[in-house]
């Protein structure tokens, strides 16, 4: 059962504080920081139907809908996340389907949200990373009251609903609850959620109970019983033009089962986010600090991490942004005491860590030098160089061969991961389609050579990771 503070639908990134002339509608502001903008809600992907141009639908403005298809033609060279030290050239499919009644019936509000994953051409076995067909993703009923609360100084409706099914969803900066987008399938819940204010508020708060849902590949996912989460998460921004304040609280309970390898655990996880713009002068800042305490499997859980982004967008035609991260999540530092300090990742998103998805939020101390511009309309770049080193030395590398032979007790196999530079650039040739083309290159350092070395009896001095992207938005079709 989860308890959380959303945030609902989001505005474009960028920097979006109001000019002198502008009159503020909104408390509102855009992070602006690399990898952290949260999907919407309804998803992205959807469009009100009386808004689509499809001819004698402008009146049907209570019904979302949404179809989409995406591909992705991956090459990765000796990933690191394998076994073995070998070429992949998978093919990544994914449908989704998306309907959703809003205002017609209020106070009750519906949504469904169907999605086919797999993938094809690859020489390994089906995992539910990339296979999780024909399923619901998002099937719930809500009751919403939109000025429950009044309004607020700027003429905002304060609403609330109670939403109660299946659901997908992001919160805070994506690190410890995210649907991952990247990723071909998709992080779910099923239970309650309870939401207070709206983005536009000066405040708001999200309260969910909910349980996990275990992805199956090949037949109807199941409800994880055995873990529940609890969350709730506040956002303060009355001062958004200096600050916006969220503070939250996450709980994790798993109880001892056959499933979980009879191992309980109750994590317990606070954290507060500050986040914001520095008057006009282009400079933004994003800082998470999170502290865990708890118990796991008879031991004490006490873990850290700490994420930090300071960036300044120029004034400029090409929107370039230049931007230093700072990202620490302990790990354990004893495999022979009584306290476990591997900090609990929840059910976040990696592809911000790293671009070739091989960094999780664990054991890890990273830095990132990130680049990024639009030269014209419809295309955006970004590049990146990070570098990629162990907490703790004594801790796993979780993603390293499947899983296996991925920790040095002793410490002796060192710290340093890898290095990694990475290329993005972003385009949509037309109105109802996008491409993306991506390319990465990790160099493996001491930890990794070493656990090759002794498990695999070889070595590889790296990874490459390069892929194309295509999507496309039927009800964008219809657009004039």
Known sequence: MLALVTL???????????SEDEEKSTYYTEPGTYGTKRESDPPNYVRNLSKTGISG???????????????????????IRRTELTDDNPYLLRTRAYLGITEKLDPFRAAIEFEDARRTNS???????????NELIQAYGELHFKKALGQDDLGNNRPVFVRYGRMAFEFLDRRLL????????????????????????????????LNPIGRVTNAPDTTDTDRTVLAAIGHWRKWSEVVTIEPHFLVLNQRA?????????RINTLGLRLYGWVGKSGF??????????GEDNQQRHIAQSFTGEVGYKMDHPWKPRISYFLGYASGDKDPNDNQNNRFERFFGFARPWSADDYIVMENVVARKLQLEFEPIK???????YSLYSLASATDRFNNLLGGANNRDNTGSSGKKLGYSLDTRVRLKP????????????????????????AALGETAPGSTFFYIEFSANAFDLFKK
């Open 8 to 18: 609902g639908v989001l505005p474009t990134i960028g920097f979006t504080q109001s």
């Open 57 to 79: 639908t402008k009146n049907t403005n209570w019904l979302n809908v949404g179809l989409d298809y995406r591909i992705r033609y991956e090459h990765r060279h000796h990933d």
């Open 257 to 265: 089962t056959p499933a979980t390898l009879n191992r309980a655990r």
């Open 378 to 384: 419809s295309m955006r770049v970004d590049a990146g």
């Open 284 to 293: 933004n800042y994003d800082f998470t600090g999170l502290g865990q305490f």
């Open 123 to 133: 020489q390994f076995a089906e995992d539910t990373r990339d296979f999780n067909r």
């Open 430 to 453: 037309t109105k109802f389609t996008d491409l993306t083309l991506g390319y990465s290159h990790f160099t493996n350092q001491e930890f990794v050579l070493a656990r090759q070395e």
């Open 178 to 209: 995210a649907l991952n987008q990247w990723r071909n399938t998709t992080n779910n819940f099923i239970g309650l959620r309870a939401s207070f204010g709206q983005n536009a508020n000066p405040w708001a708060l999200d309260l969910l109970a």
